[in-house]
């Protein structure tokens, strides 16, 4: 537990359990490679792994992300300027020792069946060839990657920034995690820009500065993405951010003044280039942007412009084309988030087996019982978040349980299982009512319920009857909007 703040920048050392705290004064302003490297050389460890911010997190820009293995992110909700509020510019960790495992047999068992799972899995095979861009051309065919600041359902030039494209032109190699054997992180290139190595970008980076904001310039937007990883900032957020102010430029509600010169356009790419380092370092109209979307709307008087949920901007992933995901957004504890139920995935067949009553259906469905099945499909995801596992990785429940009861000793049966997901939902449900979040905030923007042309049809999906049907599932109360005390007392939480 991480408390107060520090005098000055430090970095956060850990070495096999021991705890201490490093003079970082000359890494304060590096950017987070430089920064990755050279905790390491302060460390005198080659082999530590490192959570680090750049100048977002250290300006405290709300979009600020924590980048650790060389280009990865926890990009989302800002915590890197909870970082930079600290003084901590990294945290950086190197162990020696081993992992119990209670029945290694048995797990070894089980891991052989996940690797053979993978790598017969037609999911696992596509994120091996294209890395999650290569969701691009089939997002597009469902309507469900926004386009133009969520106000088109279709646009021909956005075909330009598929990611079997950028395999061909500008890929140098796939990355992966420890052990995983899809592989699904690349590594690219940006030429034009004089960057030969480029850690992504991802299908959410493509469609935040790419299709969002109607630039179809592909290594312009591999170059915004590396852009953001070396000042550590979300690329959703930044994305969307920007989109708005690009839509204020458009309808004439950003002064001249305001917008330093930079023509702030749809399909302008140096704009964009521009505007990341102001963010980042919030000058000019970057001290405006550096806030985040909703900040921004209110601030110009455009609250109906607004595309956050509960202040976190939307992804890409539009609820239009699959309406499974307006109750996730709704109902997600962190704001609109993908991650924490994917029911595109589960929609287009790519979802958790049966067991667990996740099935795919009507895209289109916005019923009660599909809201109840959304909900499934959240508790087991807070399984997986829980438990760190990668949502590409698709194993089934059964052997999740398997490995779980095999390394920890324990007994526990599927339903105690996808339990501790709901107990994780309720606990973050009961935390953020703490904070004023009530049942009128389980709400999509007006933005997202506007109908389109296109692949979605002119279709926007039923939130309240998909809420109600989560409510139910996850046994929260319809008016409160909190778990009940029979729910509490169901899931063992002694309040």
Same mark, same amino acid.
Request: some cysteine; overall charge negative; proline content about 5%.
């Given at each position: 537990?991480?408390? +107060?703040?520090?005098?000055?920048?430090?970095?956060?050392?850990?070495?096999?359990?021991?705890?201490?705290?490093?003079?970082?004064? /000359?890494?304060?302003?590096?950017?987070?490679?430089?920064?990755?490297?050279?905790?390491?050389?302060?460390?005198?460890?080659?082999?530590?792994?490192?959570?680090?911010?750049?100048?977002?997190?250290?300006?405290?820009?709300? %979009?600020?992300?924590?980048?650790?293995?060389?280009?990865?992110?926890?990009?989302?909700?800002?915590?890197?300027?909870?970082? *930079?509020?600290?003084? #901590?510019?990294?945290?950086?960790?190197?162990?020696?020792?081993?992992v119990p495992v209670?029945?290694?047999?048995?797990?070894?068992?089980?891991?052989?069946?996940? @690797?053979?799972?993978?790598?017969?899995?037609?999911?696992?095979?596509?994120?091996?060839?294209?890395?999650?861009?290569?969701?691009?051309?089939?997002?597009?065919?469902?309507?469900?990657?926004?386009?133009?600041?969520?106000?088109? @359902?279709?646009?021909?030039?956005?075909?330009?920034?598929?990611?079997?494209?950028?395999?061909?032109?500008?890929?140098?190699?796939?990355?992966?995690?420890?052990?995983?054997?899809?592989? !699904? =992180?690349?590594?690219?290139?940006?030429?034009?820009?004089?960057?030969?190595?480029?850690?992504?970008?991802?299908?959410?980076?493509?469609?935040?500065?790419?299709?969002?904001?109607?630039?179809?310039?592909?290594?312009?937007?591999?170059?915004?993405?590396?852009? !953001?990883?070396?000042?550590?900032?979300?690329?959703?957020?930044?994305?969307?951010?920007?989109?708005?102010?690009?839509?204020?430029?458009?309808?004439?509600?950003?002064?001249?003044?305001?917008?330093?010169?930079?023509?702030?356009?749809?399909?302008?790419?140096?704009?964009?280039?521009?505007?990341?380092?102001?963010?980042?370092?919030?000058? =000019?109209?970057?001290?405006?942007?550096?806030? @985040?979307?909703?900040?921004?709307?209110?601030?110009?008087?455009?609250?109906?412009?607004?595309?956050?949920?509960?202040?976190?901007?939307?992804?890409?992933?539009?609820?239009?084309?699959?309406?499974?995901?307006?109750?996730?957004?709704?109902?997600?504890?962190?704001?609109?988030?993908? %991650?924490? =139920?994917?029911?595109?995935?589960?929609?287009?067949?790519? @979802?958790?087996?049966?067991?667990?009553?996740? /099935?795919? +259906?009507?895209?289109?469905?916005?019923?009660?019982?599909? *809201?109840? %099945?959304?909900?499934?499909?959240?508790?087991?995801?807070?399984?997986?978040?829980? #438990?760190?596992?990668c949502q590409f990785?698709?194993?089934?429940?059964?052997?999740?349980?398997?490995a779980l009861n095999?390394?920890?000793? $324990?007994?526990?049966?599927?339903?105690?299982?996808?339990?501790?997901?709901?107990?994780?939902?309720?606990?973050?449900?009961?935390?953020?009512?703490?904070? *004023?979040?009530?049942?009128?905030?389980?709400?999509?923007?007006?933005?997202?319920?506007?109908?389109?042309?296109?692949?979605?049809?002119?279709?926007?999906?039923?939130?309240?009857?998909?809420?109600? =049907?989560?409510?139910?599932?996850?046994? $929260?109360?319809?008016?409160?909007?909190?778990?009940?005390?029979?729910?509490?007392?169901?899931?063992?939480?002694?309040?």
């Amino acid at each position: 537990m991480i408390t +107060g703040a520090a005098d000055a920048p430090v970095v956060l050392a850990i070495r096999d359990g021991t705890a201490e705290l490093l003079d970082a004064a /000359e890494l304060w302003g590096m950017d987070t490679y430089a920064t990755q490297t050279a905790v390491r050389d302060l460390m005198g460890e080659p082999k530590a792994r490192v959570a680090c911010i750049g100048r977002a997190g250290e300006n405290l820009v709300k %979009m600020a992300a924590v980048l650790n293995d060389h280009g990865r992110a926890a990009g989302r909700t800002g915590l890197g300027a909870v970082m *930079g509020s600290k003084k #901590l510019k990294a945290i950086a960790v190197r162990g020696t020792g081993s992992v119990p495992v209670a029945r290694p047999a048995e797990l070894a068992d089980i891991v052989r069946e996940v @690797g053979k799972a993978s790598n017969e899995d037609i999911a696992a095979m596509s994120l091996r060839l294209a890395g999650t861009a290569g969701y691009w051309d089939m997002g597009l065919m469902y309507g469900d990657t926004p386009i133009r600041y969520f106000q088109e @359902g279709e646009w021909d030039a956005a075909s330009g920034l598929s990611g079997i494209r950028m395999v061909e032109e500008f890929q140098n190699r796939n990355r992966a995690c420890y052990r995983c054997p899809i592989a !699904c =992180g690349r590594e690219t290139r940006a030429p034009a820009y004089g960057v030969d190595i480029v850690d992504g970008p991802e299908y959410e980076t493509v469609g935040a500065l790419g299709s969002l904001l109607m630039i179809d310039d592909l290594e312009a937007v591999i170059y915004a993405g590396h852009l !953001c990883n070396i000042y550590g900032i979300d690329t959703i957020s930044t994305g969307v951010t920007i989109a708005l102010a690009f839509e204020l430029a458009e309808r004439s509600l950003l002064s001249p003044e305001l917008e330093d010169g930079l023509e702030l356009r749809y399909g302008n790419h140096q704009a964009v280039h521009a505007l990341i380092p102001m963010i980042a370092e919030r000058r =000019g109209i970057g001290a405006h942007l550096a806030d @985040g979307n909703r900040r921004l709307a209110e601030r110009l008087g455009v609250p109906e412009l607004d595309a956050t949920v509960n202040g976190l901007e939307v992804p890409m992933h539009d609820v239009r084309a699959f309406h499974g995901m307006a109750a996730v957004y709704a109902l997600s504890p962190r704001g609109a988030c993908h %991650m924490q =139920g994917d029911m595109y995935g589960v929609d287009i067949g790519q @979802g958790p087996p049966l067991e667990l009553g996740v /099935e795919p +259906g009507d895209r289109f469905e916005g019923s009660v019982a599909k *809201g109840s %099945m959304t909900a499934r499909q959240m508790a087991w995801r807070g399984v997986y978040n829980a #438990l760190t596992l990668c949502q590409f990785q698709n194993p089934g429940p059964t052997r999740v349980l398997g490995a779980l009861n095999a390394i920890t000793g $324990w007994d526990i049966d599927l339903d105690e299982l996808l339990d501790i997901g709901r107990r994780g939902l309720a606990l973050k449900r009961l935390i953020n009512a703490s904070r *004023g979040v009530t049942p009128s905030d389980d709400r999509l923007p007006d933005l997202l319920t506007r109908r389109l042309d296109g692949p979605t049809e002119g279709r926007t999906p039923d939130v309240g009857a998909l809420v109600a =049907g989560a409510y139910q599932e996850l046994g $929260w109360d319809p008016v409160t909007g909190l778990p009940t005390p029979e729910t509490c007392e169901e899931l063992g939480l002694d309040l």
